[in-house]
């Protein structure tokens, strides 16, 4: 894969934006200071503007697009970079043995890992610039561990009452066998 290449996809997983807002990103909306970018609602699928705090990852990749347009983040030859389902970006796939992968997949990729890290459902929506929960409850099953520690919740109630019945079934009061 290409450096460019490389870097588009990279900061994709990094962000979770879709193909058209990582390709159309400009400077004039990112802030390499405070860590931040953002899609204007006239950019984004549901029309709501979204903000999108930029991890380390995709600060550095920001960093080696600097100097390379005065407009675009992502170019290639100095000029925007127009589509990512190139035949480079074919031929990669396949190169790495990936098969039925579309670009949009990268951001099923962000955000199965978000779930699987343990990013809450309403965190996970503001950050992918969802309109609303269910479509990030798709991704709910990756992340078992807040229904277990849910569900322990209630070992506090349940165990005293075990010790309550214990204590009953160690001194029946007919001699009997409580169950």
């Not at 459902?121 to 099953?141: D, F, I, K, N, P």
């Amino acid at each position: 894969m290409t450096a460019h290449q490389r870097d588009v996809v990279l900061f994709a997983l990094a962000t979770g934006l879709r193909q058209s807002n990582v390709l159309g990103l400009d400077w004039s909306h990112v802030d390499l200071k405070t860590g931040h970018a953002w899609v204007s609602a006239g950019q984004s699928k549901n029309r709501r503007p979204i903000a999108v705090p930029l991890n380390a990852t995709a600060l550095v990749v920001l960093r080696r697009q600097l100097g390379k347009h005065r407009i675009r983040v992502f170019t290639y030859a100095g000029k925007p970079l127009g589509s990512a389902n190139t035949l480079a970006w074919r031929k990669a796939l396949k190169r790495a043995g990936i098969e039925n992968f579309r670009w949009h997949d990268l951001r099923h990729t962000w955000a199965s890992w978000h779930r699987q890290a343990g990013t809450p459902t309403h965190e996970l929506q503001r950050l992918g610039g969802w309109r609303s929960s269910v479509m990030v409850e798709r991704y709910a099953h990756l992340a078992p561990d807040h229904l277990a520690k849910a569900a322990n919740r209630l070992d506090s109630l349940l165990g005293g009452y075990d010790l309550a019945t214990l204590e009953k079934e160690k001194r029946p009061a007919d001699g009997a066998n409580p169950l």
